[in-house]
T-cell receptor
């Protein structure tokens, strides 16, 4: 069975500082990997996805993530955080051929200090 | 292009009462999902449809939950009777599944926040 671990429940960074959110997954083969962001009272918005190919993927809002097979990780990064990035971030893994059934981590709440 | 539309946005009901949620997916998306998100947790899949067929409902509590997707477009999720523990956000998502093994990413609606009192 697939699973996702997001070890940081809360992270606080200063505006303009760099950000890295950690994500580790468990899956028997090469998975589909996603990062979603959720603002209060809103649904999930896709930031970026990895299906295959280049292991460094670019997303919206200046985010990027790197798939590292050897570490079973898919960490999300942003070089300079904006106050509007404050939200909850979810990493998810999808099974290939499994109809894109997503298994989500428990999320990381990001707070941005001005 | 309109995204995934869910209604209502909020619902408060007393325990033991029935409740229903509605979802209209993105036009052309043949795969539809219902997820439940408990407070402080990530979403968990309840049921997945490909067209009008429920292909994965292993996590749906079938004693009180039911879902349908007539005509393979919009869908309803029902709880009868509701329990206090059903309080959560219910998210609908859709994606396009083409050839076997392929998929686009899932797009989510804003969800319905259910409070059972």
């Amino acid at each position: 069975a697939q699973s996702v671990t997001q070890p940081d429940i809360h992270i606080t960074v200063s505006e303009g500082a760099s950000l890295e959110l950690r994500c580790n997954y468990s899956y028997g083969a090469t998975p589909y990997l996603f990062w979603y962001v959720q603002s209060p009272g809103q649904g999930l918005q896709l930031l970026l996805k990895y299906f295959s190919g280049d292991t460094l993927v670019q997303g919206i809002k200046g985010f990027e993530a790197e798939f590292k097979r050897s570490q079973s990780s898919f960490n999300l990064r942003k070089p300079s955080v904006h106050w509007s990035d404050a939200a909850e971030y979810f990493c998810a893994v999808g099974a290939r051929g499994g109809g894109n059934k997503l298994t989500f981590g428990t999320g990381t709440q990001l707070k941005v200090e001005l | 292009e309109a995204g995934v539309v869910q209604s209502p946005r909020y619902k408060i009901i007393e325990k033991k009462q029935p409740v229903a949620f509605w979802c209209n997916p993105i036009s052309g998306h043949n795969t539809l999902y219902w997820y439940r998100q408990n407070l402080g947790q990530g979403p968990e899949l309840l049921i997945r449809y490909e067209n009008e067929e429920a292909v994965d409902d292993s996590q749906l509590p079938k004693d009180r939950f039911s879902a349908e997707r007539l005509k393979g477009v919009d869908s309803t999720l029902k709880i009868q009777p509701a329990e206090l523990g059903d309080s959560a956000v219910y998210l609908c998502a859709s994606s396009y599944r083409g050839w076997p093994g392929s998929n686009t990413e899932a797009f989510f609606g804003q969800g319905t926040r259910l409070t059972v009192v």
